[in-house]
Each structure stands twice: as C-alpha cells, then as structure tokens.
C-alpha cells in the first residue's frame, strides 16, 4: 500500500511540475524551420491520434529549439521557412513567415 502513496505522490508532483513549466513567459523571436517529427504518444487510443508533432527552429545565432506544434502547423510550415517565432514552454503559439 505505501509503494501506491508514493507512486501517487510523484505522480502529482510530475504533472505539477509540468504545468507550472508549460504556463511560463510567452517568447519571441526570428527563426526558421529546420526539421520536424513524430512522437508516438502513450495517451492515445486506437480511434484518436496517437503522435505528438514536433519541428525543430533554427535561431539567427546557431542555437536550435524544439517545440510541440499543432496538426496544422505541422501540415503547412515547410522545413527552411523563416518567420517570427512565438512560443511558451515547449509549445508553438504562433509562427508568421517572413
């Protein structure tokens, strides 16, 4: 019974954590698509969507960031677009090409 406390506990703690990452500052700034991919998802069901899209933004200074993107930004932004990036946590808000 203890070890279902405890597992219980880090459970909450890791969705805490999470919530609290994801709710961060909204940034900002000038970048291009370098790649992209899918992530099978654990949280599916056989008549859902079972992966996680992810692109990969290239900023001006070298430095690279990955970002869960929605079906429809994963479906349009094509790899060396170059626009302003906006994000919060590790999720695309928005992205308008240049």
Same mark, same amino acid.
């Given at each position: 019974?203890?070890?279902?406390?405890?597992?219980?506990?880090?459970?909450?703690?890791?969705?805490?954590?999470?919530?609290? %990452?994801?709710?961060?500052?909204? #940034?900002?700034?000038?970048?291009?698509?370098?790649?992209?991919? @899918? $992530? /099978?998802?654990?949280?599916?069901?056989?008549? %859902?969507?079972?992966?996680?899209? #992810?692109?990969?933004?290239?900023?001006?200074?070298?430095?690279? @960031? $990955? /970002?869960?993107?929605?079906?429809?930004?994963? %479906?349009?932004?094509?790899?060396?677009?170059?626009?302003?990036?906006?994000?919060?946590?590790?999720? @695309?808000?928005?992205?308008?090409?240049?």
């Amino acid at each position: 019974m203890s070890i279902f406390i405890v597992l219980v506990i880090i459970g909450f703690v890791a969705m805490l954590i999470y919530h609290f %990452a994801s709710q961060g500052q909204k #940034l900002t700034g000038t970048a291009t698509v370098v790649s992209r991919r @899918l $992530e /099978l998802s654990s949280m599916g069901s056989k008549w %859902a969507d079972n992966y996680n899209r #992810l692109m990969t933004f290239r900023f001006s200074d070298g430095s690279q @960031l $990955e /970002l869960y993107v929605s079906k429809e930004a994963y %479906a349009v932004l094509p790899d060396g677009e170059t626009g302003q990036l906006v994000w919060q946590g590790d999720q @695309l808000i928005s992205f308008d090409s240049d």
